[in-house]
């Protein structure tokens, strides 16, 4: 069929054609090429009645090709894009409940993977950079499942930051963990993680009035 595409070129026939070829490709399973042939459909016929259809499957096929959520999520960031032109420009398509969907499902995608990358400074104690990673994580991506794991280990580890520093840098990150736990605690009162939050706001708490009573001394670098 491909063969005959360029020989159906100025005839009824090569839309459907095209069009044909693009579909057997995804039904195929050969996403990127899908993808591909279903763009070069509507760069070759904007004005037919399947641009939309063609449109959805193109963005249907980059979701597809989607790599699993622990690889780079460069197609998949790729795939979003497609997806929401999609639905910005056809409001009212039939196929908007499948398209939301498919948004909702790389949106996940791609909060798991940056929450996993962000995850990763906690898990090998660069603590300062995972209190860092963190917030911009849960700034970048509010209302995210993953929203309330990443506040307490944000709380962690500014606690484990603030344990590790040099006397004079300790008492203003201890502060700083006491405020991260007062929010934690006011945004989710019920969690599961309440008591191992207390108990590096205690910890906080006495360590900042040991460090108050101490002489004063010349702050050094840390």
């Known amino acids: 069929l491909e063969e005959l595409i ?22 195929q399973r050969n996403y990127v090429l899908s993808a591909y042939y279903f763009k ?40 979003l894009e497609t997806i929401q032109d999609f639905l910005n420009n056809y409001t009212e398509s039939q196929f908007r409940t499948e398209a ?30 995972a209190v ?5 994580f849960n700034v970048q991506y509010p209302g995210t499942p993953y929203a309330e794991q990443a506040d307490f280990l944000r709380l962690a580890a500014q606690y484990a930051w603030a344990k590790e520093s040099i006397e004079s840098k300790q008492k203003e990150r201890f502060v700083d963990a ?5 929010h934690f605690i006011d945004t989710y009162p019920q969690s599961k993680s309440i008591r191992q939050a207390q108990a590096m706001y205690d910890d906080s708490r006495v360590e900042m ?3 108050e009573a101490l002489p004063a001394e010349g702050t050094a670098a840390n």
């Open 40 to 79: 070069q459909f509507v760069d070759t016929y904007p004005n037919s009645p399947q641009v939309e259809e063609a449109q959805f499957l193109r963005a249907k096929s980059l979701f597809r090709d989607s790599p699993d959520a622990d690889l780079d999520q460069t197609n998949t960031t790729t795939a």
């Open 178 to 182: 006491v405020a991260i736990y007062q």
């Open 100 to 129: 939301d969907g498919m948004s909702q499902q790389l949106q996940r995608k791609i909060e798991s993977k940056a929450f996993g990358s962000a995850k990763l400074y906690y898990s090998l104690r660069y603590n300062q950079a």
């Open 132 to 136: 860092t990673a963190l917030t911009n």
């Open 209 to 211: 009035k040991r460090l």
């Open 6 to 27: 360029p020989l159906l070129k100025g005839r009824p026939e090569a839309e459907k054609a095209q069009f044909y070829f693009a579909n057997t490709n995804y039904k």
